[in-house]
């Protein structure tokens, strides 16, 4: 296992479970990188049933990790989507039969801290904020010793096994799995997997929230507004992050500028439109996402090799465990896109 992020912690604890012996291998230590931070929304919520499907799968993943570490991993605040997304989510979720409320001139009772409401809200009541710290020190505990600090800087086909080399020298193992984030695509690279290589800026802002009790997580993309996603961070703080167009994001603008203009956007915006938020900046969180993937993931397989990468995946990663557990040991496809 390379990587232990959210997903590669995930599939390792799914092949310990399953009797299998893992070494999982992380150049920072695990959570540092994409998966970093205090919370995640999860929803059901997406533009195909397919995902939906997946998503509830994944609400069952998260209930029994939960059971696991006796507290909640998931916080049941719900999640309301608004703006162009709302008709074709909807439709979606409909296909699916999966369970959802319409909100139009009630929707002071949701408590959103804005100041105008959109018309008209798509409710996913099974929707929520995950409890992300919470999630990694469960896995890194089952991983336990099978969790090393260590960079792999190459990878090689040997017959029908592979070799993982790191600083501390080669491991030879009959499976990898490539779950490494931004570090995916060069490693694949090497092993003849093609996944995307172009890479973006990200960064959300937290800002302190005098709405009391727990809030509904919120992702809008109406007219005129950035598109944003919203939620509760903790007690009292209320994050924001927009996705903003590729002039302010594009890699070559580089990190410094991306978040200075993301962050002067989104104080504008929480400043114009938001209501008991702010805006000042308590907390910035940045990442790499990679340009134009939306929500799902893709396998990619080369002989010993699998690699995965998708944006959002989070929310699906007990699910994305179980996937890809069985995907290193029993094979898959080439290639299988989750859409
Ligand atoms: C600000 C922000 C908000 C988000 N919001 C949501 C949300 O609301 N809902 C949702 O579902 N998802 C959300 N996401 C996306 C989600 O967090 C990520 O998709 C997910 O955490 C990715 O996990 P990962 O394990 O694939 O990658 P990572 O967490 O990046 O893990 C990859 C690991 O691989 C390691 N690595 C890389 N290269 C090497 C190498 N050569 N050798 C050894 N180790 C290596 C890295 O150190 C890293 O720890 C958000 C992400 C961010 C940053």
């Keep these: 296992m390379i990587g232990a992020g959210v997903v590669g912690l995930a599939s390792a604890a799914a092949l310990l479970d399953r009797g299998h012996d893992v070494v999982c291998l992380d150049r920072l230590g695990p959570m540092a990188e994409r998966s970093t931070g205090t919370s995640r929304i999860f929803r059901l919520a997406h533009n195909s049933a397919t995902l939906i499907d997946l998503a509830r799968q994944a609400r069952a993943g998260w209930t029994r990790w939960s059971e696991a570490t006796g507290q909640p991993l998931v916080r049941d605040v719900g999640c309301l989507v608004s703006g162009a997304l709302t008709l074709p989510w909807t439709a979606a979720m409909r296909k699916a039969n999966a369970p959802y409320e319409i909100v139009g001139a009630d929707w002071a009772e949701l408590r959103l801290p804005v100041r105008k409401a959109p018309d008209v809200l798509l409710y996913d009541v099974t929707g929520g904020a995950i409890e992300t710290v ?16 260590a960079t792999v800087y190459a990878l090689e086909q040997r017959d029908t096994a592979a070799r993982v080399h790191t600083p501390d020298g080669p491991l030879d193992v009959d499976a990898v799995l490539i779950a490494a984030g931004a570090g995916t695509s060069p490693l694949a690279a090497q092993v003849g997997i ?7 800026h990200h960064v959300r802002f937290t800002f302190a929230t005098s709405r009391g009790g727990p809030l509904r997580s919120w992702i809008d993309q109406s007219p005129g507004m950035p598109s944003t996603y919203q939620h509760m961070a903790g007690p009292g703080r209320w994050t924001v992050g927009a996705l903003f167009d590729n002039a302010t994001l594009a890699w070559e603008v580089g990190r410094d500028e991306a978040v200075r203009a993301s962050r002067e956007a989104v ?6 439109h938001l209501d008991g938020v702010d805006p000042t900046v308590l907390d910035e969180l940045y990442c ?29 990663a007990p699910l994305l465990g179980d996937l890809l557990a069985t995907a290193v040991t029993d094979g898959t496809e080439d290639a299988v896109d989750y859409l």
């Design 194 to 200: 093609y996944t995307p290589t172009v890479l973006e």
């Design 134 to 149: 919470r999630t990694g020190e469960y896995l890194a505990g089952v991983l336990g010793a099978a969790l090393r600090v």
């Design 288 to 316: 790499t996402t990679m340009a134009e993937l939306g929500d799902g993931f893709h396998l990619r397989r080369n002989g010993p090799f699998t690699a995965v990468y998708g944006d959002n995946l989070f929310k699906f």
């Design 267 to 272: 104080v504008d915006y929480v400043r114009e």
